[in-house]
């Protein structure tokens, strides 16, 4: 059986001494693995970049076979931000987590196209801000969208300014200040109020990455999304 798609390119890792295993979150198929061959040639390796969209062919026996992909690369988002670390950074953490979390073979078209839309909104002022909210796409997309609206105590949404670790629930400021030391900061700019920060990024990784790591990874963050979050934890540290 075959399929042909489009999609982008989470993952490779090398099979054998010319091939690679390449995972891809497709349109039409969901997250998807497939054998390259010659994948790791110098003709195909920038076609299996994290980051590039393809038109991807896959051939298989059955379905829950490995299969093969037959790729042509048709945007590298990677490749216009190569010579900036912190934007680079960003698409890796997304490929990274897409392929952790999103289920094998279940269609998901709002992610793949939300992933493409960041990845063209990386060379925005804004991309930093961008990305938090594309996580918390994320976890809205696969069960576990985060109550932002209200306040989970008063029902009211003045003054929010927490985050239930526990529900994933707005808390106000006057009914969370006895519990801020055991609540999440909710950034300003996920409730539309405010442009953000690196304050405010580096609060939004802390919150997505919690419930990320709870509810919806089997394990520990990936390596990229940990590098990427302590960056920005880094670059709002006190200078000692």
Known sequence: MEWSDRGIVLATRAHGEASAVATLLTRGHGRHG?????????????????????????????????????????????????????????????????????????????????LLALFGLLDSPAWAETYVRWEVGLLAELGFGLDLGRCAVTGTNDYLAYVSPRTGRAVSAAAGEPFRDRLLPLPPFLIGRGGGGATEVADGLKLTGHFLERHLLAGPLPAARVRLMERYANAVAPAV
């Open 34 to 114: 497939g054998l390259v061959h010659g994948g790791r040639s110098s003709r195909q390796r920038g076609n299996l970049e994290p980051g590039t969209l393809v038109d991807v062919r896959w051939r298989g026996r059955l379905p829950e076979h490995l299969g093969s992909f037959t790729l042509e690369a048709v945007h590298g988002y990677g490749t216009a931000i190569l010579d900036d670390p912190p934007r680079l950074a960003a698409l890796a953490a997304a490929c990274a987590l897409a392929a952790e979390a999103v289920p094998e073979h279940e269609p998901h078209p709002v992610l793949f196209d939300g």
